[in-house]
């Protein structure tokens, strides 16, 4: 900042008042629209299977052939009543009255069943569901109905995926309104702690909101034009983003602006001269998450497909609101914004002390950091370092291959319980059959090795419409297609030379053991018909766990390459780049291994979803890299100014609160998911929420820090900033802070 700045230097009116007022009225204006489309997200969100099926698979070329043999989009809901004893031939008729009010329901196409379980003690049906329409709605009918309608005493549910995917739906439920209330109540109360002031608070939660209504909006034209999907779990994901990194980047940018009004007067100055400064490290951040999150466009899974570009639409918002909205405000609000505690002006002799040892108008605790840092940085770091190695190893107890569907909501759900008593009396998997699609000259062949493997408890050719074509006594009475019963059908349905085969599976769908078979199927069905192919619930589960391991691999050296690339840019060096991704790296890994050890012994979850390694990475690697930025460039900043090691100690000083704050409001952002009983949300809360503290507390302020003053102006090379003769200040500071005179070895 320069010295000889008027404090009383007038600025135009249109600098003063318009352009400021004009800024504020266009972002009031966007989030008129932007705030009511927050509840028409529906219109263009759906939590259907085909969101996230991976889109090169084999299950998903399977559906593509299913969806020609069928005139709508449909899933079963599969209806299970329950009694403790044998049911009476009273009570099967009741059951048996009951097909003809489902129908009448108009739920889907024709009732299959009742079914009887061997042991007698249960009945179900399937209901054909068409998906493109209101699947919780109709759930929630069918339930009314077989409450109502089933034999007095008894149990019912209904499951199946239908089922399920109408308990999923509920459980997004909060994502409108309880999320959002539970992170900006979290965030305010963490900037009224930090700022002490009442408006200020006010007005950065008004720039996150603000920023999230925008993203909304453009969120919302992307996905009526068709250009993304969007489903519960990216519109989650979308609001903590939005109202994290906004705040985060409001931060940055207020310290600037009070740091600023210790300089000047004149709030609109003071405002310009924030923006200088901030405006640098603030992009660089937004564009290192935007060009990460975009990364996922390489995925094969559709959901991760869907969320990298609704990610991104967030963080372009927040990084605009945080540049434009908040400098307007605090140029119109000036000191009054931090009132009761407004900033002073400062005597000039005393805006840009002369640093010796970088330590000078330091106190508290980041005093006492820089201090440690400056007196034993190689021990520092090297600890730091080998602490996060130790953490590193619970990744090895880290089972991220994919949990049952019915792990997935941890809240109390119909379908789940229906899926226990579906297993405890009929084949595991039924309402969920394996789809084989096999070419028309091989049918009878496919039919019979599906048959013969094992896993498989009955196998049946589909005719037109979707109706079984029976060839044994293993058929339900009742359904349509057994043995008798009138207008069997004979042919099977046959769609340009393939044929459909059902295949009930004795594993439950979502089982470790389902998915066996269907590897199993896959290689013996492939001997028989080269083109054959296993698809239905279990195989897209399988495929889903599998592309997300191998999108593991394609995608995070795309991200780090990226990240790599912003850092030599902004930083204008190569060396401090490399550290820089090298230490958010290790810090990913303590926290995924600390989150592994967390979910297994605290938690006891069965496990994680195959995509929770790489949003973590992701989310872990773009946003800690966002610490690293603030700090680098202000070090950079000052070391320009008062030499290497002197300006590694002004920079942790200066940016060490704004950082810690911005690191405990992400947090506390992504922890809000926690309220959300879907376990891979909650997982994620976990494993972002505790990887920011992480490289917050130890990353950024000791591990970073002290490797960069141990290795000095080289940090910099091959830049001009990193010769020792552009840096002479530099050489007397060890012995000045006490520094042992190891750590400058080499460099002198």
Known sequence: MNKTSSTTARVPFWLRWLVPVLLVVTWLAIAGIGGPTFGRLEEVSSNDQASFLPAGAEATAAQEWQAKFRDSKEIPAV??????????????????????????????????????????KAVQFVVPIDSSGEVKEVVKELRDEVAASAPEGMQTYVTGPAGLTADLVSAFAGIDGILLLVALGAVFLILLVVYRSLLLPIAVLFTSVFALCAAILLVFGMAKLGWIQLNGQSQGILSILVIGAATDYALLYVARFREALTHTTNRTTAAMTAWKGSWEPILASGATVIIALLCLLFSDLNSNKALGPVAAAGILCSLFAALTLLPAMMALLGRVAFWPFRPKL????????????????????????????????????????????VASGGVLQLRANGVPQTDVILTASNAVDGQDALARHFDAGSGSPAVIVADETKAREVLDAVKASDGVGDAFLLADGGAPI????????????????????????VRDGKVLINATLNSAADSNEAENVVVSLRQELK??????????????????????????????????AVILVILMLLLRS????????????????????????????????????????????????????????????????????????????RGLGVTGGVITSAGVVLAATFAALGVIPIMFLVQLAF??????????????????????????????????????????????????????????????
């Open 574 to 649: 190569v060396l401090a780049p490399v550290l820089l991704v090298a230490s958010v790296v290790l810090s990913y890994g303590a926290a995924m291994g600390v989150s592994a050890v967390v979910f297994n012994n605290f938690f006891g979850f069965p496990g994680a979803d195959a995509t929770v390694p790489l949003f973590g990475f992701v989310f872990l690697v773009a946003l800690g890299v966002d610490y690293n930025i603030f700090l680098m460039s202000r070090v950079r900043e000052e070391s320009l100014k008062h030499g290497t090691r002197p300006g590694i100690l």
């Open 346 to 389: 400062l005597p000039e002799t005393e805006r840009e002390p002369e640093l010796v040892t970088g330590l000078e108008g330091q106190k508290g605790l980041w005093h006492a950091t820089g201090s440690l840092v400056a007196r034993r940085p190689r021990t520092v770091w090297v600890a730091s370092v080998l602490l996060l190695l």
């Open 79 to 120: 209806i299970v009543i329950e009694s403790g004893s044998a049911f009476t031939p009273a009570q099967l008729g009741e059951a048996a009255a009951l097909k003809g009010k489902l129908e009448a329901l108009k739920a889907g196409s024709t009732v299959i069943g009742p079914i009887p379980s061997e042991d007698s």
């Open 527 to 560: 001997k028989v018909d080269a083109g054959a192919l296993v698809g239905g619930v279990t195989a897209t589960a399988l495929d889903t766990n599998t592309t997300a391991q191998r999108d593991l691999v394609t995608i995070i050296p795309v991200v780090l």
């Open 470 to 493: 029976v060839t044994g006594a293993a058929s339900a009475p009742g359904a349509p297609g057994a043995p008798g019963s009138p207008g069997a059908p004979t042919t099977p349905g």
């Open 687 to 748: 494993i972002v929420a505790f990887g920011v503290l992480l490289d917050t507390v130890l990353v950024r302020s000791l591990l970073v820090p002290a490797l960069a003053y141990d290795i000095g102006p080289r940090l910099w090379w091959p830049s001009k900033l990193g010769l020792p003769e552009t840096d002479a200040r530099a050489r007397a500071v060890p012995a000045a802070a006490g520094a042992p005179e190891s750590a400058d070895a080499g460099i002198r």
